[in-house]
């Protein structure tokens, strides 16, 4: 089944390019497995990059839900305000309008 002869059955001619064959094999097989560790190294400083950036991406995340959450607080402050500022300018209107309104109502009285 395999490709080698079993021991003992290897002719002197045949022992050195035996060797030679099996020293290819072993290099190949050396080869092969430093191909493996360098791609399992890269693979490792991706998924290491990659938990790196999903780490900030959460601390960005956080940083901005508090940025909106103060942004929502000022929303509302400054809504109250202009609620009130808006009452106060009616108000305001409202008293205008009736003091002109008592100063045409005295001028068209006849004297």
């Known amino acids: 089944m395999t490709d080698r002869p079993a021991p003992g059955s ?3 001619d045949q022992a050195p390019t035996e060797i030679v064959a099996a020293t ?3 290099a190949a097989a050396l080869e092969a497995l430093e191909g493996a560790v360098e791609r399992r190294a890269e693979a490792d400083r ?3 990059e990659l ?3 999903i780490q900030a991406l ?3 995340r956080s940083r901005l839900a508090d940025e909106l959450d103060g942004s929502l607080v000022r929303t509302r402050k400054l809504e109250r305000a ?3 500022i808006a009452q106060r300018l009616d108000a305001a209107i409202g008293t205008i ?3 002109l309104d008592s100063e045409t109502a005295d001028e068209e009285e006849p004297s």
């Open 82 to 84: 202009n609620r009130e």
């Open 51 to 53: 938990a790196s950036r």
């Open 46 to 48: 991706d998924e290491d």
């Open 97 to 99: 309008r009736a003091v």
């Open 24 to 26: 290819r094999r072993l």
């Open 10 to 12: 290897i002719s002197a």
């Open 58 to 60: 959460g601390a960005d």
